[in-house]
């Protein structure tokens, strides 16, 4: 399985260096050196906090919600909620997500890639943001680097979500995932399935999601 070469990402280092001061996220980003190969994990930690740090520099109000998942799912939280506002104000708040996300993503290991279970938590968490929200459309990114250890129940989850108009999903893989398979669920969802180069068109994809869904979603629709 192949790690994640760290190129054309110097801009996006420093910004989020100047942004966050705090130690665990200054020793972080120490990673990211230009010319070396990281752990899929370290770039799936940088690729949520990136992605974070986008959708608060738009300040659009999104809501967002990270779930990770390796031997089990888990819906990151996000002080008491199980999602981030990006346009809440509050002082720290990008700052203490991405600090959590490190922690949870960043420095965690596990064998299994619980493909189903993370994608049954991501309809939990639409049903609370369709709750508020019915018409609401929502982005799902699905940052993998392996094969569904759980059977069906992946792709039975995602047949699920292509009922829903409201919803597309992208799949990004990193490492060695079913590349066939992952197609399939993005087209089925009105997305695609990408899978970089280099770290650093992991930024350009990311920076450009966190802009599109608008345009996606009316693309799904018709």
């Known amino acids: 399985a192949r790690d994640v070469l760290v190129t054309n990402i110097a801009p996006a280092i420093e ?69 981030m506002d990006s346009a809440s104000g509050k002082k720290g708040v990008l700052e203490e997500a991405a600090r959590m996300i490190v922690d949870r993503i960043g420095n965690s290991y596990g064998q299994a890639t619980q493909l189903g279970a993370a994608m049954r938590s991501a309809h939990q968490v639409l049903d609370n943001f369709q709750s508020m929200n019915p018409d609401q459309p929502t982005m799902i990114i699905l940052l993998t680097d392996g094969i569904p250890t759980d059977g069906d129940a992946f792709f039975n989850e995602i047949k699920k979500f292509s009922e829903n108009p409201n919803v597309v999903i992208y799949i990004v893989g990193l490492g060695n995932p079913d590349d066939e398979l992952m197609a399939r669920a993005a087209s089925l969802c009105g997305g695609e399935y990408f899978k970089p180069e280099d770290a650093g068109d992991l930024l350009i994809w990311y920076s450009k999601r966190a802009r599109d869904l608008t345009v996606k979603l009316k693309a799904h629709k018709e």
Do not use: C, T, W
Not at 30 to 58: C, M, N, Q, T, Y
């Open 15 to 83: 910004g989020i260096k100047a942004a966050m001061e705090s130690r665990e996220i200054q020793e972080f980003l120490k990673h990211f050196k230009d010319g070396i190969f990281i752990p899929r994990r370290i770039s799936a930690a940088f690729a949520a906090v990136l992605f974070l740090s986008e959708k608060v520099g738009r300040g659009f109000g999104e809501k967002v919600s990270v779930i990770r998942f390796a031997d089990e799912a888990q819906v990151l939280p996000f002080g008491n909620s199980y999602y």
